[in-house]
């Protein structure tokens, strides 16, 4: 545990270089609003809509939450008294410290373990070796709260002590369609992103604004490329590029995929979850297939405020990562306590500040610093939205093909 | 007179039994802690460990009972990542005792008083965590560092170390340097003057007696300190990933994936079986090489 602490600290020390807060210049584009009310289909089969409630409540001592609350229900009751500890696995860097604090004093949490996890399959392979009594809470990417139901890993959310799950736009705690949809009782939505292309416009001069285009251009800045260490993610961009599902597990298009990949990995610098901004910031890496995370922050420093962000227009991931409560909490209360008091629309909106990533809190996006609604990296723009560029993730990772082609990516980047 | 004689033996043997028991006990339970440690944290994993390997993989990872070969097969069909561990630590043991050995050798002999201000400049490092010693190098061999410097002096900006495996081999002989010095500080520590002295006075150059007598003296160090370095290097995944950018995807890495990425415990098993019987090979190897040191030794000593 002490190791993975320091694991953490180390990220944010390497990470220190790019200030985590400023302001944004942002292009004025539309919130999330006309997304919100174009896609909100099967509400009725939406646990926040029936369970509904009101925002914070009167107990509750966070600040601002006084927001008009669409589907108040009176049975549903914010848990006021916490265990005193509360022990979270998540992301690394991914809650904002101030509202960790203010969660300790309000709650009288004394003991606040944050330890932190690199991947979804790292969680997933901790969880299966019997790690789950661990922790209270996560926060896995919502594709994993299928095999995490499966392996009966996670609680079943009790709504009833979630009031604020009823500021949650359906369109994302529906996650899961169909069969599946009872998965969606598992998960309270924390915030979602795009995976894309960053660069460095200094340098790079080329256009680049498809995956297509990102593949064409490697060799010209070949070792000065990083992408995500992470497989759902990298297979986005061949498969895009191709037009095929990015969820694909045809093996057909798999292997066309495979041959991008065998000709881009030469030219990639690193695999990189953690720091890919800072590398970029150094120019060690003018290209990248990165999250939106720290991205923003290189756009406000005046030496790196030619980084762009760019959402490809052949189309691109969109991820959601999901609060989760793990089976036989040793800290029921404060889990609960938690999730509730995140999902306050005030503390929500500091969220996205500080981690710069969408909310999926309608009342909290209302709040949110106008500039940091108006960045493509952090909220998407509507017409894109609308476009139908975006495509949720499923967890196509246990296939064997998509593993074999990944692990021969892997062991071959960097070596011509 | 003669009974009391007689009857002497029984209580005496009686005693002695007992004695015998109890001392029997008391072996068992100073050696109890000790077995339990060794079953649970090394047996125990490693029988796991093997079980797994002949396993299947379960629908969402894990393990499920089976009895396969399969696993064996996929491993040795990938032999890459082996090799490529095997060529870093074979590289980083004989650098480590290129430069281990010379320091080790001021320390014992030409160190003097500041002999124990050395070694405790060598044991400093071990007061940090290794994670935060690798960090460091990051920051060193960045392009705001060393490197950043150099590309300035030569003009050659794409000259650089990390995500290279020069960037991955330094990493590793810094990591693991003091673990070659030490036992070679202690041989050479303990060794004879005299016999250098000698040496010099029956006419052998400094080279000459280097090779013949401080040499096979140092051997058992220098072959402990050579496992100690290989060993660890050959499973290493921290120093690739940081230094090397994951660009050399050695064993560490190779179980990384196949346990945390594809979730394919009896692969990374399989896998895991073929490292250890990679050290085991070393091992023997090396318990051979320091008997075989110490026959000749005994054999020149007399």
Redesign the interface.
């Known amino acids: 545990m002490a190791?993975q602490d320091?694991?953490a600290l180390?990220k944010r020390?390497?990470r220190a270089r790019v200030p985590r807060r400023g302001f944004l210049a942002g292009s004025g584009l539309a919130g999330l609003s006309a997304f919100i009310a174009a896609c909100t289909p099967g509400a009725s089969s939406s646990p926040s809509a029936s369970n509904a409630a009101s925002s914070a409540p009167s107990s509750e001592p966070s600040s601002g939450g006084e927001s008009p609350s669409a589907a108040a229900s009176p049975s549903a009751v914010a848990v006021t008294e916490t265990e005193g500890t509360l022990l979270m696995y998540n992301w690394a860097d991914y809650v904002d410290p101030d509202n960790i604090e203010k969660f300790k004093t309000d709650f009288k949490v004394t003991d606040f373990t944050y330890d932190t996890y690199a991947?979804n399959?790292?969680l997933?392979?901790k969880l299966?070796g019997g790690a789950a009594g661990q922790w209270d809470i996560g926060a896995p990417t919502c594709e994993f709260v299928k095999?995490m139901v499966?392996?009966d890993f996670i609680e079943k959310l009790d709504w009833s002590k979630l009031p604020n799950a009823a500021l949650i736009d359906p369109q994302f705690q529906n996650f899961y369609k169909d069969a599946d949809a009872d998965l969606n009782n598992y998960h309270l939505p924390k915030d979602w992103g795009t995976t894309g292309i960053s660069l460095r416009t200094k340098v790079v001069k080329e256009e680049v604004k498809t995956w297509k285009q990102f593949f064409e251009v490697a060799p010209k800045y070949s070792?000065r490329i990083v992408v995500v260490?992470s497989?759902g993610d990298v297979f986005v961009a061949p498969l895009k590029s191709l037009g095929y599902s990015l969820n694909s597990v045809d093996p057909k298009e798999l292997g066309e995929a495979r041959e991008i990949l065998r000709a881009f990995a030469p030219h990639v610098?690193?695999?990189?979850s953690d720091t890919y901004d800072a590398q970029l910031a150094?120019?060690?890496a003018v290209l990248g297939l990165t999250w939106t995370g720290g991205i923003a922050d290189l756009v406000d420093k005046p030496e790196t405020a030619d980084t762009r962000y760019v959402i490809p227009e052949d189309g691109t991931l969109y991820w959601m990562d999901t609060w989760v409560i793990f089976k036989n909490p040793p800290h029921p209360n404060s889990a609960y306590a938690f999730l509730n008091f995140i999902q306050d629309p005030a503390v929500q909106a500091k969220e996205s500040e500080t981690n710069r990533y969408a909310t999926a809190n309608t009342e909290a996006k209302k709040l949110v610093d106008p500039k940091v609604l108006a960045d493509p990296t952090v909220f998407v723009p509507d017409d894109v939205v609308k476009s139908g560029l975006l495509e949720g993730a499923q967890d196509v990772?246990?296939d064997p093909l998509r593993?074999e082609i990944?692990?021969e990516f892997?062991?071959?980047?960097?070596?011509h | 007179m003669t009974s009391p004689a007689l009857a002497q033996p029984r209580p005496a043997a009686t005693v002695a039994a007992a004695g015998r028991w109890r001392a029997r006990l008391l072996t068992g339970a100073l050696v109890a802690p000790a077995l339990a440690w060794y079953v649970i944290l090394l047996v125990a994993p490693i029988v796991i460990v093997v079980l797994f390997s002949f396993g299947d993989r379960g629908k969402t990872g894990g393990y499920v009972p089976a009895f396969t070969l399969e696993n064996y097969a996929g491993a040795i069909a990938k032999p890459e990542p082996f090799f490529t561990s095997l060529q870093f630590s074979v590289i980083g043991t004989i650098l480590c005792l290129l430069v281990g050995l010379p320091l080790a050798y001021f320390i014992a002999t030409r160190a003097r008083k500041r002999k124990a201000l050395l070694i405790v400049l060598l044991v400093i490092p071990f007061w940090t965590s290794f994670l935060i010693r690798t960090y460091a190098w990051i920051l060193i061999l960045g392009p705001d560092g060393i490197v950043g410097f150099i590309q300035d002096l030569t003009g050659n900006t794409s000259f650089r170390i990390l995500g290279t495996t020069w960037g991955v081999q330094l990493g590793l002989v810094y990591g693991y340097l003091p673990l070659m010095v030490f036992p070679l500080y202690v041989t050479l520590e303990r060794m004879d003057r005299t016999l250098i002295e000698a040496s010099k006075d029956l006419g052998a150059g400094r080279w000459a007696t280097f090779r013949q007598v401080t040499l096979p003296i140092a051997l058992p160090g220098l072959i402990t300190g050579s496992i100690l370095v290989f060993i660890p290097m050959m499973g290493e995944y921290v120093i690739p990933q940081l230094l090397g950018y994951g660009q050399t995807f050695g064993i560490g890495s190779a179980l990384y994936l196949r346990f945390l990425e594809a979730r394919n415990w009896p692969s990374g098993s399989a896998m895991a079986v073929f490292l250890i019987l990679i050290m085991l090979i070393v091992v023997t190897a090396y318990v051979w090489f320091t008997n075989r040191g110490r026959t000749v030794r005994d054999v020149s000593v007399v």
């Not at chain 1, 610098?269 to 990189?272: D, G, M, R, S, V």
């Not at chain 1, 892997?410 to 070596?415: P, T």
């Open positions: 190791e320091l694991d180390l020390m390497a991947s399959e790292e997933l392979t299966q095999a499966e392996g070792g260490d497989p610098l690193a695999l990189n150094n120019e060690e990772s246990t593993q990944w692990e892997k062991s071959s980047i960097g070596k």
